[in-house]
């Protein structure tokens, strides 16, 4: 079985930071696409960044400039360095993994339980 832990959510001041940590546990042999969405209230789940195993990143329009997403590839965890935050930031962060088990021939889908961030103006 894998789970995704995640941790560093809260509450900070608009031009603010955090750093977002995901760490993947479990039964893995290799971890491919790794990623943090978001979901805020009435809206749909969006990508923010995703990162792939030889470190290539992917961001949303939103985000560029101000978020950086990385991967300990030794420690099964990504990250979310969040800065200049902003009320609009304001969301459930969700981490996603494509995780290759033992005993399977394709990776599967994994999500973290969401962590709250709340950027006040």
């Known amino acids: 079985q894998v789970q995704l832990v995640e941790s560093g959510g809260g509450l900070v001041q608009a031009g603010g930071s955090l750093r977002l940590s995901c760490v993947v546990l479990g039964s893995i042999l290799r971890i491919n696409t790794m990623g943090w969405y978001r979901q805020a209230p009435g809206k749909q789940r969006e990508l923010v960044a995703h990162?792939?195993?030889?470190?290539?990143?992917n961001y949303a329009d939103a985000v560029k400039g101000r978020f950086t997403i990385s991967r300990e590839n030794g420690k099964n965890t990504v990250y979310l360095q969040m800065n200049s935050l902003k009320p609009e930031d304001t969301a459930v962060y969700f981490c996603?993994?494509?995780?290759?088990?033992?005993?399977?021939?394709?990776?599967?889908?994994?999500w973290g339980q969401g962590t709250q961030v709340t950027v006040s103006s």
């Open positions: 990162i792939v195993v030889g470190g290539s990143t």
């Open positions: 996603n993994a494509a995780v290759l088990s033992p005993g399977t021939s394709y990776p599967r889908s994994f």
